[in-house]
């Protein structure tokens, strides 16, 4: 079969079988593309598991089924379709096994196999908080500014504020959808679609015109999960649509990352339980990257800001936290707090005098203003 006539077919089919046909995927990897598509043109006897019923509803589509009609209207709208075995097919997504996409429509003109090598899925809930949609978009951001590209699903929530990070980074971004990649969907998101099919890619299985439906939302997720390295779900409340993103991750053995939210939020107890099993926390880009990245691709360690008295040495810090927070004490005690000579802890007791630390009073030595608060806090006290 010519490669012409198998995107033919693949066209003709992608009319005929829904999204994530397990059975139909079967059909494809026993029978072939020519052979399955000649008998939904009601060439040949119907496939075994199949019903009667099922089989009929499946002809009847295949007669209103018009694969040129469907490539006419891809070319007047700039859009290609690309098969499994094409130069730009992401090869990962043929971890799917049988649930693997017929093809993928794509609307843009940036190489989908060469940016899938190096991309990360954003995805969470609709109705997310103010929480939720700055973290997803300063995330997708640092992604985009480390030269990552953003898979989202183009929805409202946290995947239209995924997009959006990555594109006011100057970055790369695809967007999934589960529809005609020619008829954006949600409406609202006419205006961010578009931008992206401009900057980057929108991609989806469905072709031209078709409409969404709850489980074609469902069953794209796992072109999500199967095209990136890793997904990060910001938030998710429990019967969230992301998290099926997230669990077909973990089947596929790709990264599965939560970002946690508040613990009195509905919407982020989804991740919580992701957390809670094979999920991996993260707090922002960078450590997105130390895990779906190359080796040595690391995030910066985690400090608290660094105070004058870190900058002493070891010898002079255990002087200064031998004193007393309150009162006065004698060198002799300062030095067998600190573990050193009378002679050392003196000289020490200088030094930290002539920094503003402590002041002598008498026979003695005390803390001064400006140490009592740092050295509270270091001690653990109120």
Same mark, same amino acid.
């Given at each position: ?10 066209? #003709? ?7 994530? =046909?397990?059975?139909?995927? %079967? @059909? ?12 939904? *043109?009601?060439?040949?006897?119907? #496939? ?6 099922? @089989?009929?509803?499946? /002809?009847?589509?295949? &007669? ?5 009609? $469907? ?22 997504? =043929? $971890? +799917? ?45 640092? /992604?985009? &500014?480390?030269? @990552? ?17 990555? +594109? ?37 299985? /469905? ?9 074609? #939302?469902?069953?794209?997720?796992r072109v999500i999960a199967a095209l990136t390295r890793g997904t990060v779900v910001v938030e998710a409340a429990h019967r969230s649509g992301s998290l099926?993103?997230?669990?077909a991750a973990q089947r596929l053995g790709r990264h599965t990352i939560g970002v946690p939210g508040p613990v009195t939020s509905g919407l982020s107890a989804?991740?919580? &339980? +992701? ?25 910066? $360690?985690? *400090? ?5 008295? $870190? ?14 927070? %309150? ?5 002799? &005690? ?17 030094? +930290? ?30």
């Open positions: 079969m010519s490669p012409g006539a198998e995107l033919y077919d693949r066209v #003709f089919l992608a009319r005929v079988l829904e999204p994530g =046909d397990e059975a139909a995927g %079967r @059909w494809l990897r026993e029978a072939g593309v020519r052979e399955v598509a000649g008998r939904l *043109r009601g060439k040949g006897r119907r #496939f075994e598991g199949i019903s009667e019923r099922r @089989w009929a509803g499946l /002809l009847a589509r295949a &007669e209103r089924a018009d694969p040129e009609r $469907d490539l006419a209207v891809a070319r007047e709208t700039g859009v290609r379709y690309v098969c499994p075995g094409d130069g730009e097919w992401p090869r990962q997504l =043929d $971890d +799917l096994g049988d649930a693997r996409p017929l093809g993928l429509w794509v609307r843009g003109s940036p190489n989908l196999r060469m940016w899938a090598l190096r991309s990360v899925g954003v995805v969470g809930a609709r109705a997310c908080t103010e929480y939720g949609a700055h973290t997803a978009a300063t995330v997708a951001a640092g /992604l985009a &500014e480390r030269g @990552w590209v953003v898979v989202s699903g183009g929805a409202y929530g946290i995947d239209g504020a995924a997009h959006r990070g990555a +594109l006011a980074a100057g970055g790369a971004t695809v967007a999934v959808l589960a529809c005609g990649v020619d008829r954006p969907y949600p409406r609202g998101h006419t205006q961010l679609i578009t931008r992206i099919a401009e900057q980057g890619l929108v991609i989806g299985e /469905l072709p031209p015109g078709d409409h969404p439906t709850p489980s074609r #939302f469902i069953v794209r997720n099926a993103t997230a669990r989804g991740v919580h &339980e +992701l957390l809670r099993g094979d999920a991996v926390l993260v707090t922002d880009a960078a450590e997105v990257v130390e895990l779906v990245g190359d080796m040595g691709e690391l995030a910066p $360690d985690r *400090r608290g800001p660094v105070l004058p008295r $870190d900058l002493l040495a070891a010898g002079t810090r255990r002087v200064l936290n031998a004193l007393p927070a %309150r009162g006065a004490a004698p060198p002799d &005690e300062i030095a067998r707090g600190a573990q050193t000579t009378h002679d050392d802890a003196v000289a020490r007791l200088y030094e +930290l005098r002539a920094l503003g630390y402590v002041e002598r009073h008498g026979d003695g030595w005390k803390l001064t203003r400006q140490a009592v608060m740092p050295l509270r806090d270091d001690r653990g006290r109120c």
